[in-house]
């Protein structure tokens, strides 16, 4: 089991630019997250999804969008690259409520 | 909305020593409460959780954390340190979003070096 695949590992990006960080599970989980991780502020909810076409906001939406078309993948897009956009995106799954989430290995993004 | 507060966002600890990283809830209902580890350049890994029961919770690598609702805490200790030990460290709380959505509600972490 490969668990939850991120891609790229790391990106450079001009203000302005555009870019999709992608997320695949093959774990067959309803649930999906996006999380960004700055220092010393913990993760911060991007969006979620509980299902294949079901997503929504989470507490930082603003600057992303997402989309579920199939239940293994949770692409994350960034239109308009902002320098507050620099972080560490972390996408997870899981199973079920409550259950553990299970963490991708994270992409770092610089935006310049 | 629930929260959780981490005492200390850098812990240094001899190897053999024991290790405890403080964590304090705020929740208006019966928390849900987990302690993840993230280790370098690496996403989060359950170590352990609550949810209901038995309040002394045992998770992997020897780590367990005591649920104490009159504290509002759930501290995790490990009796002796191992240097692999050494990661970053988060508490966090399960939250109920206005969509009925639960979320987890992570801490800003706590940073645990262990010298030889």
């Known amino acids: 089991n490969a668990g939850v695949t991120q891609t790229p590992k790391f990106r450079i990006l001009k203000i302005g630019q555009s870019m999709t960080l992608q997320c695949t599970q093959d774990?067959?989980?309803?649930?999906m997250y996006w999380y960004r991780q700055d220092p010393g502020m913990g993760l911060k909810l991007i969006y979620y999804?509980?299902?294949?076409?079901?997503?929504d906001k989470g507490e930082v939406p603003n600057g992303y969008n997402v989309s579920r078309s199939t239940t293994e993948d949770f692409p994350l897009r960034l239109e308009l690259a902002a320098p507050s956009q620099t972080s560490v995106y972390f996408c997870?799954?899981?199973?079920?409520?409550?259950?553990?989430?299970?963490f991708g290995s994270g992409t770092q993004l610089s935006v310049l | 909305a629930q929260s959780v507060t981490q005492l200390g966002s850098h812990v240094s600890v001899s190897e053999g020593a024991l290790v405890l990283l403080r964590c304090n809830y705020s929740s208006s209902v019966p928390p849900y409460l987990f302690w993840y580890v993230q280790y370098p350049n690496q996403g989060l890994q359950l170590l352990l959780k609550y949810t209901t029961g038995a309040t002394l919770v045992k998770g992997i690598n020897g780590f367990e954390a005591e649920f104490k609702k009159s504290e509002t805490s759930f501290h995790l200790t490990k009796p002796s340190a191992h240097m692999s030990d050494a990661a970053e460290y988060f508490c966090a709380v399960s939250d109920l979003m206005n969509t009925g959505f639960q979320k987890l509600v992570f801490g800003t972490g706590t940073r645990l070096l262990v010298s030889p």
């Open positions: 999804s509980v299902g294949a076409g079901i997503t």
């Open positions: 997870a799954s899981r199973a079920a409520r409550l259950e553990k989430l299970f």
């Open positions: 774990m067959n989980h309803n649930y």
